[in-house]
């Protein structure tokens, strides 16, 4: 019995203890957190106003200042081309007062440039020095909000950064390669079409308002002592010509001075060798241009005084069955448009096969002319109201209103690639510009637009950086 005793009274013992402490029905906790509670509002405004900044800091703005700044340089150097040729000119003081008006005009449009250029500067610094302030703001919020990352979240994600760019960096180490210094576009270094400045001369000539219709500029590949000149085909109220004349400068052009005069393609209108349409250039002393009542392209040698042609595929649209249009209006005998670049000269048209979309062929420089590569795009003719080349980039217009044209589309030749948001505008003098031709040696554009010849200045570039 004795060794059972001291084993009997630690049971009992506890039994009574459990007895005294009987549990409560209920347990209540009270909790003190060291930590503040994260300001959930504070990160909301944070949030808000980075999302302010993106919106006010666009490359839009930033690629506007360089355009007008481009566009100052572009027009003072060709105010001082024009100054050149007045101190030049001896002829009786009759072009030179011509050409003091044409600089007068110049230095009016530059000083519109030079406001626009100063109005756009400021608001770039009130916007600049808003942005620096918030951007300040918002980084001392920021460090206030990283403490609240108690298990170093944002501190391990830099890391990571860092360490993905550190390898990024080892990677371009190991595989060294010459990164292109801008993309490839069209045929020319100096990249796509970004805007288009004007209108520069504005002018009806000597007939003013007696052809509606027709089509003028300069030569890209001139003879020599013929670089500038200036040439002009007047249409008849039908839309035909037979003669093509020339002007010695641009002030004759202006004034009505022609040198030397006409030169008959064929004995009258309408006839064989007739031009038909507005759409034709020149180029190495040859004049392009849609053949009479036919689907092919006429050359006209200014030297020989002969006609050649090339015959268009099967199925071409011609005689005014597929013009350029817009919804109030279609512009007649515009089935083909002939065009010229850096390259020479191109046909623009449509096909039955090509359900109405444009088509684009090279046209060679042989005698007679001969067909060379063609390309389809998807952009339907009669949306369009006119194209232009440059740089093996084929450009298309639309009508907008009674005052602006939109370069809409583009087509690059080198690459197959479509572009339907170019979105450049164009000022117009008039509601129709019935033909616009591209040229590379001065790049401007030069239009017929009832009646009157207008120019535009071309400017191009890259995204990043413009290329004269």
């Keep these: 019995m004795k060794l059972f005793v001291p084993l009997i009274v630690p049971l009992w013992a506890l039994y009574s203890l459990a007895q005294q402490a009987a549990p409560s029905k209920s347990c209540k906790c009270e909790l003190n957190p060291t930590e503040e509670a994260f300001p959930h509002d504070k990160l909301q405004i944070a949030e808000g106003n980075a999302t302010d900044c993106n919106t006010h800091i666009t490359p839009q703005k930033a690629l ?31 072009y030179g007062v011509l050409s003091l008006f044409v600089i007068e005009n110049e230095m009016l449009e530059i000083r519109q440039l030079m406001d626009k250029l100063n109005s756009t500067t400021e608001e770039h610094q009130v916007l600049t020095a808003d942005t620096v302030q918030q951007l300040e703001e918002l980084k001392i919020e920021m460090i206030k909000l990283e403490k609240f990352d108690t298990m170093e979240v944002v501190k391990g994600r830099q890391v990571n950064r860092h360490l993905k760019s550190a390898l990024e960096t080892c990677r371009i180490g190991v595989k060294a390669t010459v990164a292109p210094t801008q993309p490839p576009y069209g045929t020319c270094q100096r990249g796509p079409l970004r805007n288009i400045t004007g209108p520069g001369v504005n002018t009806q000539g000597e007939f003013p308002g007696n052809y509606a219709y027709g089509a003028w500029g300069r030569d890209p590949k001139p003879e020599m002592r013929k670089e500038n000149w200036y040439w002009m085909v007047p249409l008849t109220s039908s839309q035909y010509a037979n003669y093509i004349r020339f002007y010695s400068s641009l002030s004759a052009l202006i004034i009505g001075v022609s040198t030397p005069g006409n030169i008959q393609i064929s004995p009258s209108n309408p006839t064989t060798n007739t031009i038909q349409g507005p759409n034709n250039v ?30 268009l ?22 089935d083909l448009d002939l065009a010229t670049d850096e390259s020479g000269v191109w046909v623009v048209y449509t096909t039955t096969e090509a359900l109405g979309n444009l088509v684009l062929t090279k046209v060679d420089e042989t005698e007679p002319p001969t067909l060379g590569k063609t390309w389809h795009t998807s952009v339907y003719k009669r949306s369009v109201t006119n194209t232009f080349m440059a740089c093996g980039v084929l450009y298309a217009t639309r009508y907008i209103d009674a005052n602006v044209e939109e370069v809409f589309y583009s087509f690059d030749t080198t690459t197959g690639m479509e572009n339907f948001k170019v979105s450049i505008f164009m000022n117009k003098v008039s509601p129709n510009i019935f033909s616009l031709n591209y040229n590379p040696v001065d790049q401007m554009l030069y239009a017929y637009s009832n009646a009157k010849m207008v120019s535009y200045k071309a400017l191009f570039g890259y995204s990043d950086r413009y290329v004269s």
Excluded at 293 to 307: E, G, M, Q, Y
Excluded at 313 to 334: Q, V, W
């Design 313 to 334: 595929p099967k199925g071409t649209r011609y005689n005014s069955k597929s013009n350029f249009c817009h919804l109030e209006d279609c512009y007649a005998y515009t």
């Design 64 to 94: 506007e200042l360089e355009s007008l700044l481009l566009g100052l340089e572009k027009r003072l150097t060709q105010l001082h081309s024009d100054l050149s040729v007045l101190e030049e000119e001896d002829d009786g003081e009759l």
């Design 282 to 311: 020149l180029y190495g002393s040859a004049l392009y241009y849609n053949c009479y009542n036919r689907d092919a392209v006429c050359r006209f040698n200014l030297t020989s005084k002969s006609v050649t042609s090339v015959q």
